[in-house]
């Protein structure tokens, strides 16, 4: 290559830079935008809102606790020859069955020796009575017209005599108390916790023999949601008012310790405190009869067993409620208003786990979306594919979802002047996605 080629070509392919660079600057590369879409982007399930009365269900827990328990002890000594076939863990029994008796010998004996000594202290009341009676006539034998001294006529033996038999007379009865009380008897009906005895043990006064408790009712205590008690009707009473006047309300009790079993009872009382660890009021539930025929064909309630609970709350007039599945974050749901979704910020009043009372929010006839909803942003448009469980042919705005009602709103969008959009976006995320959805549409 020559001298001279090589200095001018540096010039040339420089003068050729800059000439493609002004090509570029001249002619920037433009985008196409086309209209976003006005056809429906989700289909939603919605429910229509109205207001009703509401019965409130109050749910609680608890263990079940006996009416009455307590722990089986002799009032005398000896030892056990007998037991009743009644007499053992998980046993039943009625008031006043003999559970377990003691040898009566001995107590036989002191029986006889207070009835002797009964029988002496009344011989001797006899012989000193007679005295009185002799020594009253002598008295008079004598000429003496005024009365005799007490102490001419015994009367302080007469009187040692008289305590002397009522002595013998106390003595004999707690020998035959002392023998009754031998035979362990129930106080009530009900049945054995635990036994801690047999036959042939030889048990003192205080030894325990058993711990029982009582069946005719079982009590379940039952804690309170503070947010709760406005909607319960609590058994309170004040001092004066009779107990029996007071409202008390069913209680449904459940357990699955081995399949689903119900009883049914009511609230018969209100603690006087609120519970110091929890801060929580607590009522008391009663369950007749826990005993008796099991109509559920499962297992009988046991003492101890962790349970559930409904109670019957008040009856809330015309509110709106809502599925719990319809609330974000337990503050805000999703609308249909025209054919456009819409977030609404919500206070709730009530809740328990499956609907919730809306204090404010919402109104009556508002469609309400059940669609489980992603990441969505509220101005989309979207079609309803079902109304309160029935399924429907339209758009959210009533118009039918056919190419019709999309040709309609984009007529409507043009009238307004604002050709390629029929809605302005809510903020710049919504816009740019709404971009890129057209973009696509027009490359493909």
């Given at each position: 290559?020559s001298p001279k080629?090589?200095?001018?070509l540096p ?8 000439f493609?660079a002004y090509?570029v600057?001249s002619n920037?590369?433009?985008t ?5 879409s006005?056809a429906?982007?989700?289909?939603v ?5 109205t207001r009703a009365d509401l ?5 609680s827990?608890?263990?079940?606790k ?8 002799p ?18 029994f009625e ?10 010998r001995?107590?036989?004996a ?10 002496s202290?009344k011989?001797?009341?006899?012989e ?20 005799a001294?007490?102490l001419?006529l015994r ?11 009522y ?12 023998l009754?009380?031998?035979?362990i ?7 054995v ?10 048990v ?9 408790y ?5 009590e ?5 949601k503070n947010?709760?008690?406005?909607y319960?009707v609590?058994?309170?009473?004040s001092?004066f008012?009779d ?9 449904t009790?459940?357990?699955d310790?081995?399949v689903r ?10 603690e ?8 929580q009021?607590?009522?008391v ?9 099991n ?19 008040k ?5 709106l409620t ?9 503050s805000?749901v ?5 054919n456009?979704l819409k ?6 009043a009530?809740?328990?786990d499956d609907?919730?009372?809306?204090q404010?929010?919402?109104?009556a006839?508002?469609?309400?979306v059940?669609t489980?909803?992603?990441?969505v942003t ?11 469980g ?7 705005s009533?118009?039918?979802g056919?190419?019709k ?12 002047g604002k ?6 976006p ?7 996605s709404s971009q890129?959805?057209s973009?696509?549409g027009v490359?493909?």
């Amino acid at each position: 290559m020559s001298p001279k080629i090589k200095k001018i070509l540096p010039v040339i392919v420089l003068s050729s830079l800059v000439f493609a660079a002004y090509i570029v600057s001249s002619n920037p590369p433009s985008t196409k935008r086309g209209r976003p879409s006005t056809a429906p982007q989700l289909n939603v399930q919605v429910q229509k809102l109205t207001r009703a009365d509401l019965a409130v269900t109050i749910s609680s827990y608890g263990t079940i606790k006996p009416r009455t328990q307590s722990i089986l002890l002799p009032q005398v000594s000896g030892q056990i020859i007998k037991i009743s076939p009644k007499f053992r863990e998980g046993g039943f029994f009625e008031q006043g069955d003999v559970l377990v008796q003691l040898d009566q010998r001995d107590l036989l004996a002191e029986v006889k020796i207070s009835q002797a000594s009964l029988f002496s202290a009344k011989q001797s009341l006899s012989e000193e009575q007679a005295r009185v009676e002799q020594a009253k006539q002598d008295w008079q034998r004598l000429g003496n017209s005024e009365d005799a001294p007490d102490l001419v006529l015994r009367k302080p033996q007469l009187l040692a005599a008289q305590a002397t038999v009522y002595s013998a007379e106390a003595g004999l009865a707690k020998a035959e108390l002392a023998l009754e009380r031998s035979n362990i008897v129930a106080p009530y009906t009900g049945r054995v916790l635990s036994k801690s005895v047999d036959v042939g043990q030889v048990v003192s006064v205080g030894t325990e023999l058993a711990e029982i408790y009582a069946v005719d009712y079982v009590e379940i205590r039952l804690p309170l949601k503070n947010k709760d008690l406005p909607y319960m009707v609590l058994p309170e009473n004040s001092r004066f008012q009779d107990e029996s006047v007071n409202q008390q309300p069913a209680v449904t009790i459940h357990s699955d310790l081995s399949v689903r079993q119900s009883w049914y009872g009511k609230v018969v009382r209100t603690e006087g405190a609120f519970d110091q660890d929890s801060q929580q009021l607590f009522v008391v539930a009663q369950i007749d009869d826990p005993y008796g025929k099991n109509e559920n064909g499962g297992l009988p309630l046991k003492i101890g067993q962790y349970v559930s609970a409904e109670i019957k709350g008040k009856v809330i007039e015309k509110v709106l409620t809502i599925p719990n599945k319809a609330i974000y974050q337990g503050s805000y749901v999703y609308v249909v208003e025209g054919n456009i979704l819409k977030r609404k910020n919500i206070t709730i009043a009530w809740q328990n786990d499956d609907v919730a009372v809306i204090q404010d929010g919402l109104e009556a006839q508002q469609l309400l979306v059940l669609t489980p909803l992603g990441q969505v942003t509220s101005g989309t448009i979207v079609s309803i594919s079902s109304m309160d469980g029935k399924a429907v042919n339209m758009q959210a705005s009533g118009q039918k979802g056919s190419k019709k009602g999309i040709k309609k709103g984009e007529n409507k969008a043009r009238k307004n002047g604002k050709q390629g959009e029929s809605r302005k976006p809510l903020n710049a995320d919504q816009e740019k996605s709404s971009q890129t959805t057209s973009s696509k549409g027009v490359e493909s």
